[in-house]
């Protein structure tokens, strides 16, 4: 099973999520896991598309700025029109996360811009499949604090270093969607 991950990270906080998200993937002997990093001109290189033609299932990862994922993100999905084309990316398993400096940020435009994305390369979703942690003993640090279900959401005050931010509660979310991301895909491979 391969499962591709590309992001692009502004400042750093959204890497260190996708690299959380990454490690868990790694981590499975049954998976070949591939991060691939959007450069700041929004290029990834002919490998890395290959790369991502090869996958069973790609995630999608970006800051959400001023509601929507970042200019770099929407470079590399028009560019994917490409592969719109031909139909590349159809059935494969799809998924996707953001951060940003507010709890809410309008996280969800930029969510709900990768399941279009997706669902215009004719891909499966695989949403965050947890409940959040929303009772009063809730903490910051819990598994999917923020509630997301649609996939996975982190949060990075603007005024934290990287070493800061996201915090390990975000951090645990983002293994828990990796197994998810995974469960998904077995099903839907085999």
């Not at 890395?48 to 994922?69: E, K």
């Not at 435009?109 to 409940?131: E, R, V």
């Amino acid at each position: 099973m391969k499962i591709a991950t590309v992001f692009h990270s502004g400042y750093g906080h959204t890497k260190k999520l996708a690299e959380a998200f990454h490690a868990e993937l790694d981590g499975h002997s049954n998976v070949g896991a591939t991060l691939i990093e959007i450069d700041q001109n929004g290029d990834i290189t002919d490998e890395q598309w290959a790369a991502l033609d090869a996958a069973n299932a790609i995630v999608f990862g970006s800051p959400t700025y001023m509601g929507m994922a970042s200019w770099q993100f929407k470079k590399f999905a028009d560019a994917s029109s490409k592969r719109w084309f031909e139909d590349k990316w159809r059935n494969k398993v799809a998924g996707g996360f953001t951060n940003s400096g507010s709890m809410n940020g309008d996280k969800h435009s930029t969510m709900h811009y990768f399941i279009t994305l997706s669902a215009q390369h004719g891909m499966i979703w695989a949403n965050m499949g947890m409940k959040p942690a929303n009772t009063k003993d809730a903490d910051r640090n819990d598994v999917n604090y923020i509630g997301g279900f649609a996939g996975l959401m982190a949060q990075s005050p603007a005024d934290a270093s990287v070493d800061e931010a996201p915090c390990q509660g975000d951090l645990d979310t983002a293994t828990a969607y990796a197994k998810r991301v995974i469960e998904v895909t077995d099903r839907w491979v085999n």
